[in-house]
């Protein structure tokens, strides 16, 4: 058993030198060649990486970004905050967002409205029989992503999505969607908060559960594609109210998955994500089994269920935590393999659910201990690509080789600016810069993109970063693109860049 606790003085200088030559408008680079397609037998890198097209980004004229739209202005339209390519813009504010007024929808203060992200904290650690890692030569060499990008690649809208805190007013919401967009990202993604949305019985259509499906709609008339993630069950349906799971019954999530898309219009959802996190087992307190196995009790309903109620809908396995044998977890390729056995490989219309987060190593980089003295960079979880290939290889070996996955969940944190300590154990936040989290992600994106079994990659996330999580010292405020330390609202440099970036999704970039 080991803990993550380690100096990261030499990291630190490294990528100070790699941004500090952004800064100065260095010369091209050559393209890296990345390898990260598994062979069927074994798992082994051996496809490379296609050559995204680059496109150069033009001056800024301002970096404020004004978030007072109203549903009854003209249609908001988002400068460029971007300076001359090769310098990241500053971290500027913008007017603060009115919160939510309405008692049946409000934010309880200090108590974020869900938990996402990367879940490792301070008292985590990854069993090494758990998580063999590979030889020296399953591992190719590791090669340092190409930043600061001179050029930025051309990134296709058709495939991006960005999740939203919808727990705003109704008018910051419309403000939300447009900005969202206006990054020419073609889908957002929202989680459906079954415990919240009825919380006193099966036929409940509240306040809540209204403006729910309000903004569901309004964000799909606005031109989005929606991504509902339908997690947490009631009081009323646990034998349990310890942290969150599933309904004792499978049958009443099924029930509530055909009330939400009957009530928010089947037309308006285009994929929906069966749960979050199920090897978590603060996701899955309760009755059923806690294994892959109870998790495919609650999806054969529900798949079911969304068959009947929006044929057209994608249906997407839960999103599994990149994580080991713990007491609260399990090991995400044990708990795939579960699946699997259980029956998932049956359901050959389906996408499989991945969160391959990558803590604070970059994208191209892969396991193991690629910095000395550099903590979390000592096992495959930590690693982007590490954990795509190892979905992918399960996939190939049980016959789902034609199956698409969908990046329902990555990103990379920074407590960058924020006025407390960041939380406690997760060192892995001071390791990455705003400016690095912008290039981090681009370069994700770039990476599925040119990968013809990934589909849609949705970031998490845009707005998580209120005042309230981040007092809190929660972690998804450190993966949020706009944040509140209670000087207005600021945004990081990605939330600039993407709109220069990303071809709108109605006029895709050709495939690769």
């Known amino acids: 058993m080991k803990t993550f606790h380690r100096t990261h003085t030499l990291r630190q200088f490294l990528l100070g030198l790699v941004i500090l030559s952004g800064l100065a408008a260095c010369t091209p680079r050559e393209s890296v060649v990345i390898y990260v397609t598994p062979t069927p037998a074994d798992g082994v890198i051996t496809q490379a990486v296609a050559v995204i097209p680059t496109i150069a980004l033009t001056p800024s004229v301002t970096s404020e970004l004004p978030l007072t739209e109203s549903p009854t202005e003209p249609p908001f339209v988002m400068p460029t905050p971007i300076v001359p390519v090769g310098v990241l813009p500053t971290q500027g504010p913008v007017t603060s967002a009115p919160t939510n007024t309405d008692a049946a929808a409000a934010v309880t203060p200090g108590a974020p409205t869900a938990t996402f992200g990367a879940i490792i904290g301070t008292a985590y650690t990854l069993p090494p029989t758990n998580t063999p890692r590979p030889t020296a030569t399953n591992t190719p060499a590791n090669t340092p992503i190409a930043t600061p990008y001179t050029t930025w690649p051309t990134l296709d809208g058709s495939r991006i999505g960005i999740q939203l805190d919808y727990n705003v007013t109704l008018d910051y919401w419309y403000t939300l969607t447009l900005q969202t967009r206006d990054t020419n990202a073609g889908w957002i993604k929202l989680q459906a908060n079954w415990s919240a949305l009825q919380p006193n019985g099966p036929d409940e259509y509240g306040a809540a559960f209204q403006q729910f499906v309000d903004y569901v ?147 191209d980089f892969r396991c193991c201990d690629n910095i000395p003295g550099h903590g979390w960079d000592d096992d495959p979880h930590f690693f982007f690509l590490d954990n795509i290939d190892a979905y992918r290889a399960l996939m190939v070996k049980n016959g789902q080789e034609n199956n698409k996955m969908w990046i329902t969940e990555f990103g990379w944190a920074t407590w960058a600016n924020y006025p407390v300590d960041y939380p406690t154990g997760d060192d892995w936040m001071t390791y990455t810069s705003p400016e690095e989290q912008a290039q981090y992600v681009i370069r994700a994106f770039e990476i599925g993109q040119s990968l013809d079994y990934i589909g849609p990659m949705f970031l998490w996330n845009l707005n998580f970063g209120g005042r309230d999580p981040i007092m809190n010292r929660s972690e998804m405020a450190a993966y949020s693109m706009i944040y509140d330390i209670g000087e207005g609202l600021r945004y990081r440099p990605l939330f600039g860049i993407l709109p220069q970036i990303i071809m709108p999704a109605a006029t895709p970039v050709a495939a690769q």
């Open 217 to 363: 709609q309004r964000a799909h008339g606005a031109g989005m594609k929606v991504l509902l993630s339908a997690v947490k069950a009631p009081a009323w349906a646990r034998n349990t109210t310890e942290e969150y799971g599933p309904p004792t019954d499978p049958a009443t999530y099924a029930n509530f998955l055909r009330f939400m898309i009957t009530q928010i219009k089947p037309e308006n959802i285009d994929a929906i994500e069966i749960w979050n996190e199920p090897n978590l087992k603060r996701e899955w307190r309760g009755a059923l089994p806690f294994n892959g196995g109870g998790y495919m009790q609650v999806f054969k309903p529900a798949y079911n269920a969304i068959k009947e109620a929006a044929p057209n809908a994608q249906i997407i396995t839960a999103g599994l935590a990149p994580t080991g044998d713990t007491d609260g977890s399990i090991n995400d390729r044990t708990y795939l393999q579960q699946m699997y056995n259980a029956g998932l490989a049956q359901y050959s219309d389906i996408v499989l659910g991945i969160h391959p987060y990558g803590w604070g190593n970059p994208p």
